[in-house]
T-cell receptor, first 114, second 115 residues
Framework: QKEVEQNSGPLSVPEGAIASLNCTYS??????FFWYRQYSGKSPELIMSIYSNGDKEDGRFTAQLNKASQYVSLLIRDSQPSDSATYLCAVKAAGYFGNEKLTFGTGTRLTIIP | NAGVMQNPRHLVRRRGQEARLRCSPM?????VYWYRQLPEEGLKFMVY????????ESGMPKERFSAEFPKEGPSILRIQQVVRGDSAAYFCASSRGDRGFSEAFFGQGTRLTVV
């Protein structure tokens, strides 16, 4: 079982609609969760971090975390063509013994259709 | 307010040569991650370091690859005797390392091409 799993897509969403990206993780001691956006040929850019159960909103982005289900998601409201990119879910374990390796899923390619 | 700085941005090496990739973390950050990414693939973890200490090198190939983060200066990822299969984008990210709660920010990457 992969440590961090994402649907590779491609996921196509009409402009103005809500894009929903999902991620599951296997390590129960994980405590920090991040979403990165990566445009083709560019480096990953951090867009959201979430540490506790529930929702966290930042502009058009909402991250949702459910530690009991080991599930984290990202919602993008009012999707724009500029949101077309690969979205990477990343998970970090607790740092009690220095084990803070930041592990990435393979990413979901999102395309917003004008 | 410089972000994470990587250099060079592009590096071409002949098979058998050495490649040295540099990463200067953001101000106030003491931890560095290195990742490798092949075209159309995900980020593969290589190594996690703090100054003068390797915390986790579970993703590093056993041979030819090494990393360091000295007390002064940038973190260095060194690849000896490069082969065609080493051609990839290498990204570093830095964080404060607050026991798992700190965010990591990426540099622009170094694109290594082995000819």
């Amino acid at each position: 079982q992969k440590e961090v799993e994402q649907n590779s897509g491609p996921l196509s969403v009409p402009e103005g609609a809500i894009a929903s990206l999902n991620c599951t993780y296997s390590d129960r001691v994980s405590q920090s969760f991040f979403w990165y956006r990566q445009y083709s040929g560019k480096s990953p850019e951090l867009i959201m971090s979430i540490y506790s159960n529930g929702d966290k909103e930042d502009g058009r982005f909402t991250a949702q975390l459910n530690k009991a289900s080991q599930y984290v998601s990202l919602l993008i409201r009012d999707s724009q063509p500029s949101d077309s990119a690969t979205y990477l879910c990343a998970v970090k374990a607790a740092g009690y013994f220095g084990n803070e390796k930041l592990t990435f899923g393979t990413g979901t390619r999102l395309t917003i259709i004008p | 307010n410089a972000g994470v700085m990587q250099n060079p941005r592009h590096l071409v090496r002949r098979r058998g040569q050495e490649a040295r990739l540099r990463c200067s973390p953001m101000k106030g950050h003491s931890h560095v991650y290195w990742y490798r990414q092949l075209p159309e693939e995900g980020l593969k973890f290589m190594v996690y370091l703090q100054k003068e200490n390797i915390i986790d090198e579970s993703g590093m190939p056993k041979e030819r690859f090494s990393a360091e983060f000295p007390k002064e200066g940038p973190s260095i990822l060194r690849i000896q005797q490069v082969v065609r299969g080493d051609s990839a984008a290498y990204f570093c990210a830095s964080s404060r390392g607050d026991r798992g709660f700190s965010e990591a920010f990426f540099g622009q990457g170094t694109r290594l091409t082995v000819v």
